[in-house]
Structure formats: structure tokens, C-alpha cells
Nanobody, 116 residues
Framework: QVRLVESGGGLVQTGDSLRLSCAAS????????MGWFRRAPGKDREFVAG????????LYADSVKGRFTISRDDAKNTVYLQMNSLKPEDTAVYSC?????????WGQGTQVTVSS
């Protein structure tokens, strides 16, 4: 069982930066691929960024490529999403995801609001 708790969201202005954190409790955090997803009002959940279990590879949605960076610190059981040059269209609830071959877990999410 893995419990994920996101933090770091808030209200910012266009062009600002935020860093989201996702703290995991439970066993074998380092064996999970981690990802960030977001759901904007009235829209489906969409993939934002992902990082492999060993941190060796990352993947980004085209809409955030070059602005967002995902990283993980296995010593702290935490995955981060550094978000720069934020835009109003980045406004959403951001959730982290832990995925293995057999199972995946979701956090509750943290709200990010970008004002124009």
C-alpha cells in the first residue's frame, strides 16, 4: 500500500513558478514509476509528466515541455514537479500517481490557479 500526499499548490500570476511535491508513504517507493496528472474544470484528467522508477527517463506533455521539470528523491520518498512560466491554462487540480506492473495509486491532488 502506498499513500500519496501532494502539496505546494496555490494562486499565482502568469509567468510565476511553483514547485509541487508528492510525498509517499509505504514500501518500495523506489520501485514505482511516478507521474503528475491534472484535471482542469470541465475537462478530463490529462497526463503532465512522468519519471521512471530509477529516474533515468522522463516524459512530458507537449503543453508543458520546456516549462515543467519532474524529479524524484528516493531518499525522501518524494517526487517533485517544478513549474515555470505558468499560464492561465495550467490552472487545474494536480495529482500524483505511483505505478508498478501490478497496481497504481493516486493522491488527492493540490489546486494550482494561475491568474492572468
Amino acid at each position: 500500500q502506498v499513500r500519496l500526499v501532494e502539496s505546494g499548490g496555490g494562486l499565482v500570476q502568469t509567468g510565476d513558478s511553483l514547485r509541487l511535491s508528492c510525498a509517499a508513504s509505504g514500501r518500495s517507493f523506489s520501485s514505482y514509476a511516478m507521474g503528475w496528472f491534472r484535471r482542469a474544470p470541465g475537462k478530463d484528467r490529462e497526463f503532465v509528466a512522468g519519471i521512471s522508477w530509477n529516474g533515468g527517463s522522463t516524459l512530458y506533455a507537449d503543453s508543458v515541455k520546456g516549462r515543467f521539470t519532474i524529479s524524484r528523491d528516493d531518499a525522501k520518498n518524494t517526487v517533485y514537479l517544478q513549474m515555470n512560466s505558468l499560464k492561465p491554462e495550467d490552472t487545474a487540480v494536480y495529482s500524483c500517481n505511483a505505478k508498478s506492473v501490478f497496481i497504481q495509486y493516486w493522491g488527492q491532488g493540490t489546486q494550482v490557479t494561475v491568474s492572468s
